[in-house]
């Protein structure tokens, strides 16, 4: 009996193009000033974008939007106006 390789999923196009937004602890900016960026810019919650900011501040980074390239572009550029740090991966 042979073993066959399980089919690769199909994905679709908007799912290739999708992007994660980081968020980059910078040890300079208030957790107020973070949470407000993030309900304003990425639509979060209060709750989870204090979630985001304290995950941030632990561990130096957390994902906080994953979108088409285009919509995360433009939330770093507005949060990088914030003075926040991101990176787009």
């Not at 980059?24 to 990425?42: A, E, G, K, M």
Request: glycine letters at 4%; charged letters at 30%.
């Amino acid at each position: 009996m042979t073993k066959r390789a399980p089919k690769p999923e199909n994905k679709n196009r908007s799912e290739e193009n999708l992007r994660s937004l980081m968020l980059i602890n910078d040890d300079v900016n208030s957790f107020d000033h973070v949470i407000r960026s993030l309900v304003d810019v990425c639509g979060h919650d209060e709750i989870q974008a204090e979630q985001c900011a304290v995950l941030t501040h632990i561990k130096g980074g957390c994902v906080i939007k994953i979108a088409d390239v285009r919509t995360v572009e433009k939330m770093r550029m507005k949060l990088r106006e914030l003075s926040l740090d991101t990176v787009v991966i």
